[in-house]
C-alpha cells in the first residue's frame, strides 16, 4: 500500500523491528502502509522456506527492500525489486547494494521475463485484473516448485475493492467504474468525501471481480494443490504455498495462530476506522478553518467601511444607545486575545 494520509509525526518511541528498523521512519502519520509493519511474520517465512531468490513487487522506496536485503546479508538470496516508477530512495538503494536487481517496468511483465525465483512478495498494483496476471506469471509459469507468495492488501480497503496507479494499464474491459480523488471508509459501499483519500479507486465495494482478496480466491479455486492463509494485520497478508513443498508444514504452523484470527480482524477493524475517521475530522477542521478566514476577512473590510460605521451610528441614535451589535463587540469576537485591531477600536 502506497498512499499515506495527513497527520502529525509520532510523540511515541520508535518501534523497531528486525535488523533495528523503524515502521515509521517514512511514515509520519502512523498509517501502517508499509509491509515493515508486518516484518516478523515475512522474516519468520523467509527463514523457514529458505529462499535463494526473492522478487518484491511494487518497491516504490524501498522500504521493505531494505529488509530483504539485511536478511539476505546471512541468508545469501539474492533480491530482486520490480517497479515501474521506482522513487529515488530505492535508486539510491539500487546504488548502493551489488545483490539487488531493479526492474523498471510494469509487474505482469516483469514477472514473465524474470527467472523464476523462490518467494515472491506482491505489493504492486491493487486490483483484480494485476493480481490475477501476477499470480498466473509466478504460479503457472514457474517451471518446478510453486514458489511462496505473499500478497500485501488483502484486507480492507482493497479487500473487495480496485485501485489503480494508472488506470490506461489496465484493459478497460477489465476496469472497474472509477471514482477519481475521493475518500474510503469501513463500511461504506461506495465514497464519501473525507475518507481516506484514494487517487483512482472503484466506485463501489464488492461484486465479482473486483479486489486484492477476491482475486486471490478466484486464483486459489483453480488449484488444488495450493493452500493459502490470511494475516488480517497491517491491511492484510495473504500467503501462498505449495501443499507439497518441503517447507509446508513450517510455513502452515508459522501463520496458524495468525490466519482469519478473530481477534485480530477486531483489531484491525478498529485501527483502519479510526484511522478514516481521522480523516474526516481532518477535513471538517480544514473546512471550518477556511470558513473562519473567509468570514474573519469578511468582518475586517466591513468594520472598515464607512457604510458600516454609519450604519452602527444610526443604529446606536435609533435604539437610544443600545445597538445590538458594534464594531468593537465584533473586534472582540474577531480577535479575543486582545491582539486584533486595536487601532481601529476607537473608530
Known sequence: MRQGGAGGALDSPPVELPFGLNPYDNDPGAWGASLLNNAEILVALLDATEPRSVVEVGAYAGDFTRLLLLWAERSGARITAVDPSPQPELEQLKRENDNLTLIRAPSPR???DVDAP???ILDGDH??????????????QAPGDTPLVVLHDVCWPHARRDDYADPDQVPPEHRQPIERNTGLYPGIEGVRPGGMPYRNPAAKEGG???GVQTALEDFMADHEGLAHAIVPTFYGLGIVWAKEAPYADAVARIVEPWDRNPLIERLERNRVLHLASSQVQLAWALDAEDRFT???KLLDKMLHSRAFAAAELFLRLRQLGKPQFSRAEIRQVMHPSGTGDAAGSSR
Open 208 to 210: 465479482p471481480r473486483n
Open 118 to 120: 523462490d518467494a515472491v
Open 127 to 140: 486490483n483484480y485484473y494485476t493480481v490475477t496476471e501476477e499470480l498466473r506469471a509466478v504460479v503457472d
Open 110 to 112: 516483469a514477472l514473465a
Open 294 to 296: 473567509s468570514a474573519v
